[in-house]
């Protein structure tokens, strides 16, 4: 089993940064890639970002490609998702999951999700 727990979400003005944080315990986060998700109101979960096991492959949705920034540290088992110049649209709960695929957007793929936190970009 695999335990993963979002951290860092809040309340920011449009233009403003977070930085989320996704915690795993359990089995070795090492051996999974993880994926940002996130879902606004009324909408689907889509993909944000996700980073392969050792950090080297990244992907990103277009509409966040530029401003948010994803990246890991296995030592402390921790994947963080920097988010600068936020809009209003970025406003969403953001989930974390792991996934012992290489990075990809199927959902289907991803077996372990934490909670959510939630974000939001509003003045």
């Known amino acids: 089993q695999l335990q993963l727990v979002e951290s860092g979400g809040g309340l920011v003005q449009p233009g403003g940064s977070l930085r989320l944080s996704c915690a795993a315990s359990?089995?070795?986060?090492?051996?999974?890639?993880i994926g940002w998700f996130r879902q606004a109101p009324g909408k689907e979960r889509v993909g944000v970002s996700c980073i392969s096991r050792s950090g080297g492959s990244t992907m990103y949705a277009a509409s966040v490609k530029g401003r948010f920034t994803i990246s890991r540290d296995n030592a402390k088992n921790t994947v963080y998702l920097q988010m600068n110049s936020l809009k209003p649209e970025d406003t969403a709960v953001y989930y974390c999951?792991?996934?012992?695929?290489?990075?990809?957007?199927?959902?289907?793929?991803?077996?372990?999700w934490g909670q959510g936190t939630q974000v939001t970009v509003s003045s």
């Open positions: 359990g089995l070795t986060s090492d051996y999974y890639t």
């Open positions: 999951a792991a996934s012992r695929a290489v990075v990809t957007w199927n959902q289907g793929r991803y077996d372990y």
